[in-house]
């Protein structure tokens, strides 16, 4: 293998696909960027099996060839490259020589045929939408995936495909986000469980406009292609939690309340709530009124805000972090909270319209 | 005590001395905001015995008085408070009502009495210099000063100020900074050895100009005042090492070199080295070029760096790390790097003039 390509083009690529890299030492040729010279082309691949991206550059290929080079090494040297033309080509003792102006520097690799093969045949099961809607998508669920390793399917976001809308979901036995958006294309109605560190590396695959981005399914496997950056994963397996049964359709109590107030309300009561081991703050909702009310030996807070009631007075407590987790990526000026009891589930709703829905658990107290 | 002051006033006085709070357990009291109404002011006092940063803004005082909030939780709580009036007033039971729109807070408080108090008796020493000269000599040194506890004088850096000139110098046994700059006004010649954190909290108090900082010492303390924020700090007591013994003047190999270019270098250079319990680079000085060479199992580096050279040619080795720092903050476009032999000292100072001297020991190596 012998390649000339740009030092700044070479950068970005190992930047992009670096974060397929295992973290973990099971097998140290998956920290390692696997790269194929061919035709006029250096692809770079990095992959720790579950989530691989590749991406390919335009080179002057004088031999072709295959290496595998450590990806933590190779990726900052390569960093620390200034514009230049470099030159990759590899030695029969499996060094990678790289040339840059008069200098020269040596790597150790790993043999080639160690790297996992990739399987790009994926179905021709498709959706396609606004970037930025799937940007929301994943931004108003994410943050809602189980981090328990005990169900493994809770650690990713359920896309559900149907009607020319896709509802994503993700839950972890405490709350539920679910949020949805229109397509613009969709090969049939279909189901997929995408694992969260996925979405977040598609996201920051994605560009800052309003183009549209396709992803591609099978069974058990996602693809995403953007601006010559390829992006293949592993789904996760198995059914996921029928998350309808558990959304309650009828309410008590229902509020409309600004959510930036009610936002910096929880956020000042869960400082002095958080010494305890976990932090709780309540709602005493009663005449028009939201008391934001927290206790702990720090310190309490009690403060109205105002709200629109209609039904039943009701007060209930919640992990202030389900809440303010919420609050804070919430959107719009006001929202719809719907209650039934101090011990059952609390809805939070837009207004109107149904482009999301969040369910929280309350947390049981003595009243 | 019972005032009323501007929320975001109180939330910056809180930021500023909230950087002396305390962090080890050993006193909780420490871990508090001392507050004292008095006149149409509100002072707010941290210390953590060493440091203390005293702050005062102007409040309606309706009732004079003084307590001591936990900072961690006053300071979140009071980040949250919107740009709106703040009333703080204390209840017999030692707690602080903290009233704000419509709402109300209570937080648990300290007796005042169990604060230390604080004296701002120092004597009529000190030096007057450019702030962005200070910021300049505390940048130079600082990365220089020992981490180690075993010999807490070199925890600081030394000024001394004579002849209208501070010489500001840090050591930790590997190698010494060394930077000086004009003052334009002091009491008297003088010495101080400063703790570096002093150092880091006084820069983070400076402006952005040119104006001018007055730094008062005496035997124990240092104090300075910018902007209506008080540092009062301990100086470290002892003898400092005789640094003046430590430079050679006299050297065989004298190299003239682009700072940024052997910068870069180095940086590739330790990237490959850095596997290796401490990362080694070697200099090879010969026919006006200086090779930059690493070697480890991850691979090897070897770049010459054009230099100007006058004297013997010379192979000597350093951690790389003492190199990249230094140079990371060198702003000059050329230095020069002045050497006798393998295992002495290596000296960095100006192409001209003496602003700052750098000295780092070389590592021993087999030849």
Redesign the interface.
């Known amino acids: 293998m012998k390649i000339v390509c740009d030092g700044l083009d070479l950068s970005d690529a190992v930047l992009k696909v670096s974060k397929a890299l295992g973290v973990k030492k099971a097998n140290p040729v998956l920290e390692g960027i696997f790269l194929k010279a061919k035709g006029d082309e250096l692809t770079l691949v990095a992959t720790d099996t579950e989530l691989t991206i590749e991406k390919t550059v335009r080179a002057e290929v004088m031999m072709e060839g295959e290496t595998v080079v ?1 990806g933590k ?1 190779f990726s ?2 390569v960093k ?3 514009n230049e033309q470099v030159e990759l080509s590899l030695t029969e003792e499996n ?2 020589k790289i040339k840059y102006s ?7 690799c790993f043999p080639a045929e160690e790297f996992p093969k990739t399987d790009k045949k994926v179905d021709e099961n498709f959706f396609v939408m606004k970037q930025s809607d799937f940007k929301r998508l994943v931004n108003m669920t994410i943050f809602s995936c189980s981090q328990d390793d005990s169900r493994p399917i809770l650690k990713g976001v359920l896309f559900e495909i149907a009607n020319a809308r896709v509802t994503a979901v993700a839950l972890d036995g405490f709350r539920l986000a679910l949020a949805r958006a229109d397509v613009s294309g969709f090969s049939a109605d279909m189901k997929a469980i995408i694992p969260s560190r996925t979405l977040g590396e598609i996201v920051r695959l994605l560009d800052n406009d309003e183009s549209d981005i396709k992803i591609t399914l099978n069974k058990n496997t996602l693809m995403v292609e953007n601006g010559g950056t390829i992006l293949l994963s592993r789904l996760l397996e198995g059914e996921f939690i029928n998350y309808k049964q558990i959304i309650p359709s009828e309410f008590i109590t229902n509020v409309r309340v600004n959510a930036k107030t009610l936002s ?2 929880v ?2 009561a869960s ?2 709530a ?1 010494t305890d081991r976990i932090s709780i703050v309540k709602f005493d909702i009663k005449e028009n009124l939201l008391f934001v009310i927290a206790k702990s ?8 805000v105002p709200v629109n009631m209609e039904g039943k007075d009701v007060l209930i407590a919640f992990n202030s972090k389900y809440i303010t987790e919420f609050l804070r990526i919430c959107e719009d000026e006001f929202i719809a909270v719907h209650l039934n009891s101090p011990i059952a589930p609390c809805v939070i709703k837009p207004v109107s319209g149904d482009n999301y829905l969040y369910l929280v658990l309350p947390v049981r107290i003595n009243a």
Not at 102 to 108: G, I, K, L, T, Y
Request: proline share 3%.
């Open positions: 450590t090494y900052e040297f620390k490259l200034e060094l990678l008069d200098s020269e520097s040596e790597m150790q910096a309300s956020e000042r400082v002095l958080r030996e720090v310190g309490n807070v009690n403060e109205p």
